[in-house]
């Protein structure tokens, strides 16, 4: 019997999931795990997020419950993914600590990833010291379920590699190939990331430059509205740019009628198509997607102690491989004074 590969992904619970999430990770999650080739361990980190949110704890038990329902209502099956709560595992934290004393300070000076963030956040001098280790935390996440396959963004690659180096000095050390080194599952090109309402490169909660999961159909219709189109398009006849162009962006990525999307842009350059009429378009593409997921979100909302029912019983069934992992490199280690 072929071995199945192994996935561990996730979200910090900061607040709702948007289409910018739907599109550069969750439908991956979605497809792979029905594929049924896959074990698949998703993870909804809340001690990742607490790292920055420390003074604001009811942020992330309150979003731990509606990325829960984003993740049911896109089609994450309990029965086929393991959803998980990551402050509910506690070998994650033993598995950081010994991994930290393999990693330097410098090393993780030089995570670009980290950097950015850092600079992103305006921490300054005062960078949380949980917020500056998180990569040792992500690596204790990946291997604790010994997973080869990381679903991410282009930008999460120097996490990666972090981990990898992780996993080759620990079994390099203690003589035993206990730990798996992952490898990246990248969106295709041109989905990992969908630029914002007004243009902006990044859809994000901070931004205000979204459209959310269980937004309804007023909601929707009103933000795809005022998407930001060509501003040198200001007259209908007027010849127009689909580069750069949100809405246009947007067809590329939901449209099903990729042919009817490209007369579209043929009659936007040309001149004599207004931004109305393809925002309309574009919004009955989006509410024809969102709808059932927004319908399967307000079923499972219904039931909040089901939900919490869910991330219980799939906490239990991580917690069961990750202590497993931890037994192991505790032996690697040598620390299993008592048998």
């Known amino acids: 019997m072929t071995k199945k590969h192994v996935i561990l992904t996730g979200d910090r619970p900061t607040g709702k999931l948007h289409i910018g999430h739907y599109v550069g990770s969750?439908?991956?999650?979605?497809?792979?795990?029905?594929?049924?080739?896959y074990d698949t361990y998703i993870m909804i980190a809340d001690t990742q997020a607490l790292?920055?949110?420390?003074?604001?704890?009811?942020?992330?038990?309150?979003?731990?419950?509606?990325?829960?329902?984003?993740?049911l209502a896109v089609g994450i099956d309990p029965a086929k993914s393991t959803i998980l709560v990551q402050s509910q595992i506690p070998a994650l934290s033993e598995?950081?600590?010994?991994?930290?004393n393999l990693v330097t300070v410098s090393r993780l000076n030089r995570n670009p990833t980290v950097k950015t963030e850092i600079k992103q956040k305006a921490f300054g001098e005062s960078v949380p010291a949980?917020?500056?280790?998180?990569?040792?935390?992500?690596?204790?996440?990946?291997?604790?379920?010994?997973?080869?396959?990381?679903?991410?963004?282009?930008d999460q690659e120097?996490?990666?590699?972090?981990t990898r180096e992780i996993v080759r000095s620990f079994n390099n050390i203690y003589g035993q190939e206990i730990l798996v080194e992952p490898e990246g599952y990248f969106p295709a090109k041109g989905l990992g990331r969908i630029?914002?309402?007004?243009?902006?490169?990044?859809?994000?909660?901070?931004?205000?430059?979204?459209?959310?999961?269980?937004d309804d159909a007023d909601t929707?219709?009103?933000?795809?509205?005022?998407?930001?189109?060509?501003?040198?398009?200001?007259?209908?006849?007027?010849?127009?740019?689909?580069?750069?162009?949100?809405?246009?962006?947007?067809?590329?990525?939901?449209?099903q009628d990729q042919d009817k999307v490209a007369d579209l842009k043929a009659q936007y350059q040309h001149g004599g198509l207004g931004d109305v009429k393809?925002?309309?378009?574009?919004?009955?593409?989006?509410?024809?997607?969102?709808?059932?997921?927004?319908?399967?979100?307000?079923?499972?909302?219904?039931?909040?102690?089901?939900?919490y029912d869910i991330l219980k019983r799939g906490s239990e069934q991580a917690n069961q491989v990750a202590a497993q992992t931890l037994r192991e490199v505790r032996h690697a280690v040598g620390i299993d004074y008592f048998g």
Request: aromatic residues 8%.
């Open 130 to 154: 949980g917020f500056f280790i998180y990569p040792v935390s992500q690596a204790a996440d990946i291997t604790a379920f010994k997973a080869d396959t990381v679903p991410v963004g282009d």
């Open 278 to 307: 393809i925002k309309r378009y574009l919004n009955d593409v989006l509410q024809a997607e969102l709808k059932p997921i927004r319908e399967r979100r307000e079923k499972f909302a219904a039931d909040p102690a089901g939900v």
């Open 51 to 71: 790292t920055d949110n420390a003074r604001d704890p009811e942020k992330i038990r309150h979003s731990l419950l509606q990325v829960a329902l984003d993740y």
């Open 220 to 255: 929707i219709q009103k933000k795809v509205m005022s998407m930001y189109t060509d501003p040198e398009h200001i007259h209908v006849e007027d010849p127009g740019h689909i580069e750069g162009n949100t809405v246009f962006t947007y067809l590329d990525i939901f449209a």
């Open 195 to 214: 630029p914002g309402l007004d243009g902006n490169a990044k859809m994000s909660k901070s931004l205000n430059n979204a459209i959310y999961l269980d």
């Open 158 to 162: 120097p996490m990666l590699e972090q």
């Open 26 to 37: 969750l439908r991956n999650r979605v497809a792979l795990q029905n594929t049924g080739d």
């Open 95 to 100: 598995l950081t600590m010994t991994y930290l």
